[in-house]
């Protein structure tokens, strides 16, 4: 139990759909992120939040769409996903936004179909 | 931030100390030593980071040599949940953009 959960932990979606993945941290933290995580490949950095404030885009698809009410929770909206865009989604915190110790949650493994 | 390298894989028998390398040669004076681990299907788990001094706590040990290009994790006591795949990462303290390479895949035997 590292203190971030998400939400759901597995999701089969169509290209048409539209879903949101939910990230809640109980840590107290300042900072959450979104990876992405594909078969065999790095973790990829998505988005960061610091504060509440979007501080990175790594040049994400507009099909990704973030949002963070406030500093314990942060969606990822989906709407016409790929089926590349299949990939375990994991979503982190850290106490404040140049941190690199991070607390990671499980993920949501992500089919596109 | 520099570049890291490890092994691919490592075996190690549950109880024994897992020892896992890690070159860095190209580190620079204000980067730190991160590792990581993840154990399938999980999420990356934050396990210890240093900078010139050894550092140890509750889950595992880290050696730095005293010219920063190579470190190694020590796991003291393996047990068969060590199973992983442990990341090596290297950057500046104020940079939190952590580059994930290939890892180490440790496997603890029975």
């Known amino acids: 139990e590292t203190g971030v959960t998400q939400t759901p932990r597995h999701l089969v979606m169509g290209m048409t759909n539209k879903k949101s993945l939910k990230c809640e941290q109980h840590?107290?933290?300042?900072?959450m992120y979104w990876y992405k995580q594909s078969a065999k490949k790095p973790l990829e950095l998505m988005f960061v939040?610091?504060?509440?404030?979007?501080?990175e885009n790594n040049s994400v698809p507009s099909r990704f769409s973030p949002e963070c009410p406030n500093s314990s929770h942060l969606f990822l909206h989906l709407h016409t996903l790929q089926p590349e865009d299949s990939a375990l989604y994991l979503c982190a915190s850290s106490l404040s936004g140049g941190a690199a110790e991070q607390y990671f949650g499980p993920g949501t493994r992500l089919t596109v179909t | 931030d520099a570049k890291t390298t490890q092994p691919p894989s490592m075996d190690c028998a549950e109880g024994r100390a897992a020892n896992l390398p890690c070159n860095h040669s190209?580190?620079?004076?204000?980067?730190?030593v991160y590792w990581y681990r993840q154990i399938h299907s999980q999420g990356p788990q934050y396990i210890i980071h240093g900078l010139k001094n050894n550092e140890t706590n509750e889950m595992a040990s880290l050696i730095i040599t005293e010219d920063r290009k190579s470190s190694t994790l020590i796991l003291p006591h393996a047990t068969l949940r060590d199973t992983a795949v442990y990341y090596c990462?290297?950057?500046?303290?104020?940079?939190?953009?952590?580059?994930w390479g290939a890892g180490t895949k440790l496997i603890i035997k029975p």
């Open positions: 990462i290297v950057l500046r303290d104020s940079n939190y953009q952590l580059i």
């Open positions: 190209t580190i620079s004076g204000n980067e730190y």
């Open positions: 840590l107290g933290h300042n900072a």
């Open positions: 939040y610091n504060f509440k404030e979007q501080t």
